[in-house]
C-alpha cells in the first residue's frame, strides 16, 4: 500500500478545471434545476436573485421561471444551514441537511449568552414554533413575541436564539423571481408539511459534498459546512477514496469516478453572482482565486459580482437594466474579450436585461487595480 506522501499532486489547474466541472461550470449542464439544486447541496442565497444567476452560469437553457416554480411549488426553500448562511435547497435537503449543521447552530448561541440571562432555551423554541407556525411572521413580530415572555432579555440576542433553534424558513413570495415581498418566517415542517427527517448521514454529505466541490481536504469541507470534526468521517471512506495532495502536500480526497478534466481543457467565461458557493465552499481557494487578487470581490459588507476568465476568478460586474458593466483586474487579449461580451449579452437575454428594443449591451470599465 503506498505511503500518504506518495498521493499524486494535483497542482493549481487541474484542480481548477476538476471543479468547474463537479459545478457545471466547465460546460451548462442538460440538468433540471431541481436536480441542480440537489446535486449542489444548495446555493447561496443571502440575496433574492443570486440563485437564479447561479443556475444560468451552470445549465442549459435555464429560465428563472423554473427556480420560481420550484419555490411556489415548495419543491425548494429559502433557509440558514450551512456557514449559518441562507441557503436556497430542495425540500428533502431542507429537511435533512439542517439537522446535520445543528450542533454548529448550538454553539452560535452561546455567543449571545450574555444577552439571554434567565432564558430557557427550549422554552422559547416551544414559543417561538407556536407562533411561527399559527401564521409566517416577520422576525421584528418574532423578537416583540418573545420580549412579552422575557422583557430583560436582548432583543438581538433573543431573534439569534430563535433563528438557531428552529429551521426557519422565508415564504414565498420571498425568493420568487420578479415579485417581493417582506421576509416572513415559519418552521421548514409547518411549510412543506411534513417533520423534518433525522440528519443526512455525515459520511453520505461528505460524498455529495466531494461530487459537487472536490476534490478537496477535510479543512475544505469544514469551511464549506461550518462544522469541525468531519476528519473521522473522510478516514471511514477512506479506502473506497481516490486520493492526491495538492502542491503544498496537503492531502485532497475525491470520488474515484469524478470527473478530473485535463488540466488544458478550455473553460469558457461565467457571471457568477455575489456568494457563488464556488468562491466560499474550500479553505484554500487559489484553485479559482489568485492570492494576489484574494479581497478584491468585497468592499466593506459588500460582496460583489464575480467574472471567471479561463476559469479563474478574473474581475468584477454590475448590471444597470440591459447595459453590462466589466471591470477585469487586468487586461487580456482581443479573443477572450469577444468570450466575455457574447456571455454577458446571453446572460442579460435570458435573465430578463434587455430594453423595449431587445438590444443589450456590455462595456468594460477601467482596469481594476
Avoid at 456557514?83 to 446535520?100: G, V
Wanted: charged share 25%; with cysteine; glycine share 8%.
Amino acid at each position: 500500500m503506498a505511503s500518504r506522501t506518495s498521493h499524486p499532486v494535483l497542482d493549481e489547474r487541474a484542480l481548477n478545471r476538476a471543479t468547474l466541472a463537479r459545478q457545471l461550470l466547465l460546460s451548462r449542464a442538460e440538468m433540471s434545476a431541481r436536480d441542480a439544486v440537489g446535486h449542489l447541496l444548495g446555493l447561496q442565497a443571502q440575496n433574492v436573485k443570486p440563485p437564479y444567476f447561479q443556475l444560468h452560469a451552470r445549465l442549459a437553457g435555464f429560465r428563472p421561471a423554473e427556480l420560481a416554480g420550484l419555490m411556489e411549488s415548495r419543491e425548494a426553500v429559502r433557509m440558514v444551514t450551512m456557514r449559518s448562511t441562507i441557503h436556497t435547497h430542495t425540500a428533502d435537503d431542507a429537511l435533512t441537511l439542517r439537522p446535520l449543521v445543528q450542533p454548529a447552530r448550538d454553539r452560535e448561541v452561546n455567543y449571545f449568552r450574555k444577552g439571554l440571562t434567565g432564558v430557557d432555551l427550549d422554552r422559547l423554541a416551544e414559543l417561538a414554533r407556536a407562533f411561527v407556525d399559527t401564521e409566517p411572521r416577520t422576525m421584528a413580530e418574532l423578537r416583540e413575541e418573545l420580549l412579552e415572555e422575557w422583557p430583560e432579555a436582548d432583543p438581538q440576542s433573543l431573534s439569534v436564539a430563535a433563528r438557531c433553534r428552529l429551521p426557519l424558513v422565508q415564504v414565498t413570495p420571498r425568493g420568487v423571481w420578479g415579485r417581493s415581498g417582506q421576509v416572513r418566517l415559519t418552521t421548514v415542517e409547518n411549510w412543506l408539511g411534513r417533520p423534518a427527517g433525522e440528519a443526512q448521514p455525515v459520511d453520505q454529505v461528505v460524498l455529495r459534498y466531494l461530487a459537487a466541490f472536490g476534490p478537496a481536504s477535510v479543512k475544505d469541507m469544514q469551511v464549506w459546512a461550518g462544522l469541525t470534526r468531519l476528519g473521522e468521517a473522510f478516514e471511514r471512506l477512506r479506502p473506497g477514496l481516490a486520493v492526491f495532495r495538492d502542491g503544498n502536500g496537503v492531502e485532497l480526497f475525491d470520488l474515484p469516478d469524478a470527473p478530473r478534466p485535463d488540466p488544458d481543457t478550455p473553460a469558457p467565461p461565467r457571471f457568477l453572482p455575489e456568494f457563488d458557493n464556488l468562491l466560499l465552499s474550500h479553505a484554500d481557494r487559489t484553485r479559482v482565486v489568485a492570492p494576489e487578487i484574494k479581497g478584491r470581490t468585497w468592499t466593506g459588507n459588500q460582496a460583489h459580482c464575480t467574472l471567471l476568465v479561463d476559469g479563474f476568478l478574473a474581475g468584477l460586474w454590475k448590471q444597470d437594466g440591459n447595459t453590462l458593466t466589466v471591470e477585469l483586474f487586468e487586461e487580456t487579449r482581443a479573443g477572450r474579450m469577444e468570450e466575455i461580451v457574447a456571455e454577458g449579452e446571453l446572460m442579460l437575454a435570458a435573465m430578463g436585461g434587455t430594453s423595449s428594443t431587445g438590444r443589450v449591451s456590455v462595456r468594460f470599465a477601467s482596469i481594476h487595480g
